[in-house]
Nanobody, 124 residues
């Protein structure tokens, strides 16, 4: 069946960097808009970044713009999130998601496929 599996999370000091990966299997997501969301305890799920099917269009949440970069490798059926200048407020479980259409979206309800999440913890 269709599956998204995140990896690359972990513990990092403030100011450091991490690169998250999301490997897709079961179907090709090369024609799907994809995105990253995150959720901290007691908080609502937050939009982080999104990318259209080709990678030619991206969009970022205000709190990560200029620090995070979303990208994709359709040949590898993999989505990435490069996170730089991390701070304690970035601590969360990060989820990748895929749509059934090529366009990107900032709305989590428009995504039909979700990974299980990977924990990112930033120590201050």
């Amino acid at each position: 069946q269709e599956q998204l599996v995140e990896s690359g999370g972990g513990l990092v000091q403030a100011g450091g960097s991490l690169r998250l990966s999301c490997a897709a299997s079961g179907r090709t997501f090369s024609s799907s808009g994809m995105g990253w969301f995150r959720q901290s305890p007691g908080k609502e799920r937050e939009f982080v970044a999104a990318i259209n099917w080709s990678g030619g269009s991206t969009y970022y949440g205000g709190s990560v713009k200029g620090r995070f970069t979303i990208s994709r490798d359709n040949a590898k059926n993999t989505l990435y999130l490069q996170m730089n200048s991390l701070n304690a407020e970035d601590t969360a479980v990060y989820y990748c998601a895929a749509r059934r259409v090529p366009a990107l979206s900032t709305d989590a309800s428009f995504y039909g496929y979700w990974g299980q999440g990977t924990q990112v913890t930033v120590s201050s």
